[in-house]
């Protein structure tokens, strides 16, 4: 299957930490870039889940990721939308619950859920969770998703974990399709969670041979030992221009704009266990989730060259950021979505001539 796109919601205002950001996105300006990535012809329309701006810092505000879900499920018609969930802020059952509802009465059958371990601390426990070790994080997601996928499917659910107890679990109108799950993280247990539970293992951008480590690491894991298949979505930073120069010019001036000040605060924030978060240098954290790292950065043909990288070994979904999300939406699908689909779709042909020949 061709590589998917889809586009990360700006919750926080903005993915860059520049002195000059663009702050403060209304829930309205989330939904009108799902309408229109929906419009243009995008696959998902990400959402991740935070109470603190996990971007500019927590002084600044953010959206709320299951009003926006339910929002732009309910004003889309073929996009898919994720909703990320952190464990600790809801109960399991009131998130199988609410994905239900928006499942089976706003988006037609379009939801997908993202489960993510945290990494900030400070956000945990100004919402009265409680700080857990990362392999206990994972620990806690992996029984959140058990109860979740429990709830979705069977009727009078049980269900006894360290974490979490459920007896007789009602959900009366279970979600159908039953939503896909993406399992976001790079570490040992986030990859054996996606392999067992995960529809999707979700990773920060990296280059194309590091990258192919980790696709072929856990879908061999899903296969082997659990008798699955998965995929892989990656998170990516781009800039598009009708010539590379214009692109690499605009890099440079978001790195002369870089808030110091901002990015090592994170840097001091994101706890050290967190593997993704550790593999660069903090020049990388100018976007929040590393995704200049997978250098989607020059004219269409020198993007979509990179693009073929890395469906080559075996990304599935890149979920893409820009600098102004709504222009730039617009512009990559322009200049690199429309011809790289063209390209595939002249591939196909190809092969099965070949075929029947």
């Not at 889309?76 to 609410?98: E, R, S």
């Not at 006894?160 to 570490?187: C, R, W």
């Not at 539970?197 to 990296?206: E, H, S």
């Not at 250098?295 to 893409?320: C, F, H, M, P, W």
Request: net charge negative; aromatic share 10%; hydrophobic share 40%.
């Amino acid at each position: 299957m061709p590589l998917q796109f889809g586009i990360w919601s700006p919750v926080c205002g903005g993915w860059l930490r520049v002195v000059n950001h663009e702050a403060n996105l209304s829930t309205q300006d989330l939904v009108k870039l799902a309408v229109q990535a929906d419009e243009l012809g995008y696959d998902f329309y990400y959402i991740p889940e935070h109470y603190l701006n996990a971007v500019h810092g927590p002084n600044y505000n953010v959206a709320d990721a299951w009003i926006t879900a339910a929002l732009a499920s309910l004003n889309t018609k073929n996009i898919k939308i994720v909703a990320a969930v952190q464990p600790g802020f809801k109960l399991p059952a009131v998130v199988a619950n609410l994905s239900a509802n928006i499942q089976n009465q706003l988006s037609n059958g379009r939801f997908a859920l993202s489960g993510i371990a945290g990494w900030w601390k400070l956000e945990v426990e100004s919402y009265g969770d409680i700080w857990l070790p990362h392999s206990d994080r994972y620990a806690r997601l992996e029984e959140y998703i058990d109860v979740i996928k429990g709830l979705w499917t069977v009727g009078g659910f049980n269900y006894v974990g360290k974490y979490y107890t459920i007896k007789g679990g009602i959900l009366a109108d279970q979600p159908t399709p039953t939503p896909p799950i993406f399992i976001a993280g790079e570490s040992d247990r986030a990859i054996n969670l996606a392999a067992r539970l995960g529809d999707y293992l979700f990773i920060n951008a990296d280059e194309p041979e590091k990258t192919a480590a980790l696709v072929q690491k856990v879908k061999r894991l899903a296969s082997d030992r659990y008798g699955r298949q998965i995929k892989v979505a990656m998170s990516a930073f781009a800039i598009v221009r009708e010539h590379t120069a214009q692109a690499e010019a605009r890099l440079e001036a978001i790195y002369r704009s870089a808030d110091w000040q901002q990015i090592e605060y994170f840097q001091e924030q994101i706890d050290p266990n967190v593997v993704a978060h550790n593999k660069l240098d903090i020049s990388q954290t100018i976007e929040a989730n590393l995704g200049l790292s997978a250098q989607l950065v020059g004219d269409r043909y020198t993007v979509i060259n990179r693009l073929k990288e890395y469906e080559a070994v075996g990304v599935d979904l890149i979920v893409l950021k820009f600098e102004s999300m709504l222009e730039d939406t617009i512009r990559f699908h322009k200049l690199v979505i429309s011809e790289y689909r063209q390209q595939s779709s002249l591939n196909c042909v190809h092969v099965e001539n070949r075929s029947s020949v």
